[in-house]
């Protein structure tokens, strides 16, 4: 039973590794207004996308 979840944290982690890829590729290529919110300690890509993005259906 160990060797299962062995191999299931490694299945874990590539995926959490792709998915970071991915958000970082947004972060840097596709939405250059998160730079300065990374620029903040603590602050992840995660949550600089979060933050910069308008949320859908809102329009000014």
Sequence with gaps: ?????VASERVNR???QA???????LC????????RLLQVAGVGPITALAFSRKPAGRRP
């Design 1 to 5: 039973m160990r060797h299962h979840t």
């Design 14 to 16: 590539k995926t959490t």
């Design 19 to 25: 998915h970071n890829a991915q958000i970082r590729y």
């Design 28 to 35: 840097q290529d596709r939405c250059p207004e998160t730079k």
